[in-house]
T-cell receptor, first 115, second 110 residues
Framework: GAVVSQHPSWVICKSGTSVKIECRSL??????MFWYRQFPKQSLMLMAT?????????EQGVEKDKFLINHASLTLSTLTVTSAHPEDSSFYIC???????????FGPGTRLTVL | DAKTTQPPSMDCAEGRAANLPCNHS???????VYWYRQIHSQGPQYIIH???NNETNEMASLIITEDRKSSTLILPHATLRDTAVYYC???????????FGTGTRLTIIP
């Protein structure tokens, strides 16, 4: 299957700072990328859907001004957690797909710890 | 999307076939059954999907009942590396947003 990478794989930051997470599709053009969040011992929860060149669509309850998503190219989407707080500590996972693809390819995840 | 019901956990002996059931009684005619798995602290991995017919690939087999209200994922010769949480997901197209339930935690026992 296709390869999706995320960077960084883990990050520790102080409360109030902003953190950017990158999601890259390495071998196919990802017209759509999804961002999920997973808290310990819980399932994945979709945060937002981003289509290349368009504004992201956020799920109910997800603050769009806090979780900034940019999908400026067919191979890169970024999630910026602004003014991070300890409750934002979680495992953030992206997935990528395209119009001719019947499944989603997931990145390895980024573990964010906010002190 | 249709809701799915899976047992919360299962054990399987190494080398034996692991059979993971999923109920999706409200599935509609154009919805597919997808299976993903998530090994601890990793992103989910696509396994297989099907519409009506049984499917097989290098990882697993998917058996869908004739009424499409349930399905079974079969890992023919389970290894320790198959220990993971397995998610059964119903979706119109695999490239749309997915709703993950609680899945089945499969533990392969040496």
């Amino acid at each position: 299957g296709a390869v999706v990478s995320q960077h960084p794989s883990w990050v520790i930051c102080k409360s109030g700072t902003s953190v950017k997470i990158e999601c890259r599709s390495l071998d196919f053009q990802a017209t759509t990328m999804f961002w999920y969040r997973q808290f310990p011992k819980q399932s994945l929860m979709l945060m937002a859907t981003s289509n290349e060149g368009s504004k992201a669509t956020y799920e109910q309850g997800v603050e769009k001004d806090k979780f900034l998503i940019n999908h400026a190219s067919l191979t890169l989407s970024t999630l910026t957690v602004t003014s991070a707080h300890p409750e934002d500590s979680s495992f953030y996972i992206c997935s990528a797909t395209g119009p001719l693809v019947r499944e989603q390819f997931f990145g390895p995840g980024t573990r964010l710890t906010v002190l | 999307d249709a809701k799915t019901t899976q047992p919360p956990s299962m054990d399987c002996a190494e080398g034996r076939a692991a059979n993971l059931p999923c109920n999706h009684s409200t599935i509609s005619g154009n919805e597919y059954v997808y299976w993903y798995r998530q090994i601890h602290s990793q992103g989910p991995q696509y396994i297989i999907h099907g519409l009506k017919n049984n499917e097989t690939n290098e990882m697993a087999s998917l058996i869908i009942t004739e009424d499409r209200k349930s399905s079974t994922l079969i890992l023919p010769h389970a290894t320790l590396r198959d220990t993971a949480v397995y998610y059964c997901i119903i979706s119109n197209f695999g490239n749309e947003k997915l709703t993950f339930g609680t899945g089945t935690r499969l533990t392969i026992i040496p």
